[in-house]
């Protein structure tokens, strides 16, 4: 009886101990030993990333040293983290090396891989293969790919940089990659997150930058100078939400949209500019929305419609659509269907007429240049921007768009800078036209030199006032200081900034708290 109580009371420790924290373990990996070793430390580390990989288990990390390393890797369908010594740091990332050879992918997944798996912190380069010239993700790998540069890889079909990874695809620089048959210069089928990376100057016939990504999101990138011998330099066949990008420089052969083709999703707060396609759609073309807060801006279309919208689908909200030009007609827009609400539609040209827009719906409430078309809502007044040869399209205090939109249910709660879309702008609680909002932000003296914020609010809303004397640190001067209501609040600073000599530069700031 006391062996068996013996027996079963090993065999329970054995097992917690299975399972207690810190039993993963760190695998080592430098080029620059002799020959490999146990890979268990720095001194007695493998030579080669895949030796890491093949003893690494489920948990495990293994560390790689700087160095070029000339080999192309395989994850196993382990979910482990792949790492350079400083994954953040750009001296590093460029210092660990792994180039494929043009002998297939440089770093392949089995696609099992879950959310717990990353690579992160390398320069992947010289792959060529059929798909997924830097990085295949084969069946659909839900591994995170961080912090990487993923440079001049080569597909014969698709994915030039990546293909197939729909895990958190962020702060990458993936550039200079090529797709050579299809889609995804940069990135093919990648359909989770795709955020905060630099997609620049990949080359595929569709879809320069990224090709066929659906269910996911791609937001906050700069994807600048792709190019697509068709359609789509940016994106194409995308059906993804694209929000808060800069996209700009890229170009469109024949089948036209320099920055988009045929992608359907909400595009939302972007900025697209210097676009080109040969055929139609120098921003976009054949692109179903919502369109909503978005600066469409000197993009071009070498033929027949639309400078900045080419056959797209709406509705098109709170959009600024400046500078784009035709070599027909439509500079702005041309044969676009769905509401066109409260937006600014300037300065575009062609020379077939029909500058702003050609075979579109009317538009309400919106300011557009020479209109005469009728429509409810819309004016044809000079709209006012701050720096628009800079790509700053927000509107000046005189601007007639000021509280001149329409509080339409379906508007967007924010504007293309975060901030609430229906502000007081000094006629009343109106939305107004154009991407971005316009704040009364006003700073004066009173009769005792005190200096008096005013700035716009929402009723019920309380804010925390900073200021600053260098716009690089900043002092809390008031806490909680209550809305007066859906127009303004004025708060007074009681260090008399205008009369005291020590203060000779003074900066504010309001938070919504």
């Not at 359909?191 to 930058?209: E, K, S, T």
């Not at 993009?299 to 797209?312: H, K």
């Not at 200021?467 to 806490?479: F, K, M, N, Y």
Request: charged share 15%.
């Amino acid at each position: 009886m006391g062996k068996t109580c013996a027996l079963a009371t090993a065999i329970v420790v054995l097992v917690v101990s299975i399972y207690l924290p810190g039993w993963a373990a760190t695998w080592y990996v430098d080029d620059s030993v002799g020959s490999s070793g146990d890979g268990k430390s720095w001194e007695t580390a493998f030579k080669k990333i895949q030796e890491g990989i093949d003893a690494a288990s489920d948990g495990d990390t293994v560390i790689v040293a700087e160095g070029t390393y000339v080999e192309n890797i395989h994850f196993t369908s382990k979910n482990i983290v792949l790492t350079s010594t400083i994954p953040t740091n750009m001296q590093v990332i460029a210092n660990t090396i792994i180039d494929g050879n043009k002998a297939g992918s440089v770093v392949t997944f089995s696609g099992t891989e879950d959310e717990t798996c990353s690579l992160e912190g390398f320069t992947i380069r010289n792959g060529k293969t059929y798909v997924g010239g830097g990085v295949d993700g084969a069946t659909g790998t839900h591994a995170s790919v961080r912090y990487n540069i993923i440079l001049a890889n080569v597909a014969e079909s698709c994915g030039g940089g990546l293909a197939y990874c729909h895990g958190v695809i962020e702060y990458n620089g993936i550039g200079g990659n090529a797709a050579i048959n299809f889609d995804g210069g940069g990135l093919h089928e990648c359909c989770g997150m795709i955020r905060y990376n630099v997609i620049y100057a990949n080359l595929a016939p569709m879809g320069g930058g990224l090709g066929d990504c659906y269910d996911g999101t791609v937001h906050n990138n700069l994807i600048r100078g792709n190019i697509a011998t068709l359609g789509g330099g940016a994106l194409a066949d995308c059906e993804v939400a694209v929000q808060n990008n800069t996209i700009y420089e890229n170009s469109a052969g024949g089948f036209g949209g320099g920055g988009l083709i045929g992608c359907v999703g909400t595009v939302q707060n972007n900025v697209i500019y210097g676009n080109t396609a040969q055929f139609g759609g120098g921003a976009f073309s054949g692109c179903v929305g919502p369109f909503q807060n978005n600066v469409v801006a000197f993009n071009s279309a070498g033929w027949v419609g639309g400078g900045g919208f080419e056959g797209c689908e709406g509705p098109f909200l709170n959009n600024t659509i400046y500078g784009n030009s035709s070599a027909l007609d439509g500079g702005g827009m041309s044969g676009c269907e769905g509401a066109i609400l409260n937006c600014i539609i300037w300065a575009n040209t062609a020379p077939e007429g029909n500058e702003q827009l050609s075979d579109a719906p009317t538009p309400t409430y919106s300011c557009i240049q020479d209109w005469t078309e009728g429509g409810e809502g819309n004016i044809s007044l000079e709209p006012h921007f701050l720096d628009p040869k800079n790509i700053n399209f927000r509107l000046l205090p005189s601007s007639p768009c000021v509280d001149a939109g329409f509080n339409d249910s379906t508007l967007p709660a924010m504007d293309s800078l975060g901030m609430h879309r229906i502000m007081y702008g000094g006629k009343g609680l109106i939305a107004d036209m154009g991407a971005s909002e316009y704040y009364v932000n006003t700073l004066s003296a009173d009769g005792n030199g005190n200096g008096v914020l005013t700035w716009s609010t929402l009723a019920g809303k309380t804010y925390r006032v900073e200021r600053s004397s260098d716009i690089l640190t900043w002092e809390v001067a008031a806490e909680d200081v209550p809305s007066l209501g859906d127009s303004t609040t004025t708060w007074t600073d009681p260090t008399a900034p205008f009369l005291s000599p020590a203060v000779r530069i003074r900066y504010y700031r309001t938070v919504e708290k």
